[in-house]
Nanobody
Framework: QVQLVESGGGLVQAGGSLRVSCAASGRIFKGRAMGWYRQAPGEHRISVAQITSSSTTNYADSVRGRFTISRDNTKNTVYLQMNGLKPEDTAVYYC?????????WGRGIQVTVSS
C-alpha cells in the first residue's frame, strides 16, 4: 500500500513563495496521476493541481500562473511550487495519488499566508 508524506509548508507573507513536497513510498508511484487539494477552514476540499504519469498538468483557475506542479519519478516525489502567495491560499494542502480509480491521501500540511 502506498503512503504519502507531505513536507515544506509553513508561514509566509503575501507575495512570497513556498514549495511543498510529497514523497510516496511503495512501487506504484510511476504511471499514476498525482496532485494536490487544499482545504481552508470551514470550506470543502478543492483541487489545486494535478500531474499525470506523462507530466501533463492541470490547475485550478485560482492558482494558474502562480503555482507549478512537477514530479521526480527517481525520487518518488511530487512538488508544488507556490509563488505570488495570497492570504486566500491559506489552507491545509493534501497530496494524493490515484491508483485504479481510488485516491490515497497524505495527512496534509499547513500553508499560512499572512497579509
Amino acid at each position: 500500500q502506498v503512503q504519502l508524506v507531505e513536507s515544506g509548508g509553513g508561514l509566509v507573507q503575501a507575495g512570497g513563495s513556498l514549495r511543498v513536497s510529497c514523497a510516496a513510498s511503495g512501487r506504484i508511484f510511476k504511471g499514476r496521476a498525482m496532485g494536490w487539494y487544499r482545504q481552508a477552514p470551514g470550506e470543502h476540499r478543492i483541487s489545486v493541481a494535478q500531474i499525470t504519469s506523462s507530466s501533463t498538468t492541470n490547475y485550478a483557475d485560482s492558482v494558474r500562473g502562480r503555482f507549478t506542479i512537477s514530479r521526480d519519478n527517481t525520487k518518488n516525489t511530487v512538488y508544488l511550487q507556490m509563488n505570488g502567495l495570497k492570504p486566500e491560499d491559506t489552507a491545509v494542502y493534501y497530496c494524493y495519488i490515484i491508483d485504479q480509480g481510488a485516491f490515497t491521501w497524505g495527512r496534509g500540511i499547513q500553508v499560512t499566508v499572512s497579509s
